[in-house]
């Protein structure tokens, strides 16, 4: 039968053709599965939120969680190793990770870098930035306030940026991301509200912060950082600018001292006791336990509200 095998590489040439046109659409519906790393604690919690129940994507975080703002931090080979596996990084942007630059190229040149903040109007600039670290830095960031994630309002902006940039990169899983996005910024819009609503009770709204982490938390919340302990994160006050602190608090009346997590609270305690008022641990979210609950930022904030309340007296 000569015209059947003919026929036979015909139909052959044309289920290629078939598979070529199909291919994408076949690889998007295996779910091929796909690293995504990000630098901070913060930006890992508000992505597990966002990436629920997606199979083929594995989510790791870079930075230790613990650690907190990384604004000294140095990569290590660990670091260049997870960098070279993945295939985005979801960064917080505005020179908060100024360890990063040419080395993420260098480890893996195909990266696709997914900058959490972009598109954000409304960034602050540091209130206290005096000798401020980020001045003069060629990054395009200098004395920009990094610390969105430490708003909850912000936090839900960074969540839906975070979904839609996943979508774009992984459109099968672009419902899903948006879909947990929305539900996860909603949560966290309510909790902004109801910041918003307990600094309007605030008996006093001025406050002293160990480092500029919570400026866009006062804002929503209608609080004003008269003061930081260290314009440079990390970085002791000297006794000029110890003393400069005390005569501010005393001056302008402020409320307390708030304390991180992450740095030692030693000096801010003596500020406050110097001037006579209270110092407490306010927690940036800036750093977590290593297995945090899906809802260990919402608990924090909730832990702050208390702390707040506490400190700062209701009318
Ligand atoms: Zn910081």
Known sequence: MPAR???????LAFAQIIAVVLAP????????????????????QIARNVTQNRASLNLELMLPAQLGCPHDYALTPQDMHKLSRADVLIINGLGLEE???????????????LDSSAGIKDILRYSHAEGHDHEGHADGHAGLNPHLFASPRMAARLTLTIAEGLGRIDPAGADLYARNAQAYAARLNALAEEMRSLG???????IVTQHGAFDYLARDMGLQVVGVVSAHA???PSAAQTLALVQTI?????GAVFTEPQYPARIAQTIAREAGIPAAVLDPVAGGPARAGLDYYEQAMRRNMATLKVTLGTR
């Open 5 to 11: 095998t003919r026929f036979i590489p015909w139909a």
């Open 25 to 44: 659409a076949a690889a998007q519906a295996t779910d091929k599965p796909f690293n995504v790393l990000c630098t901070t604690f913060p930006l890992y």
């Open 99 to 113: 360890f990063l630059g040419a080395p993420v190229r260098k480890a893996n040149p195909r990266i696709q870098i």
């Open 200 to 206: 309007r009770t605030l008996a006093n709204t001025r």
């Open 234 to 236: 990390g970085q002791p």
């Open 250 to 254: 005393r001056r302008l009346k402020a």
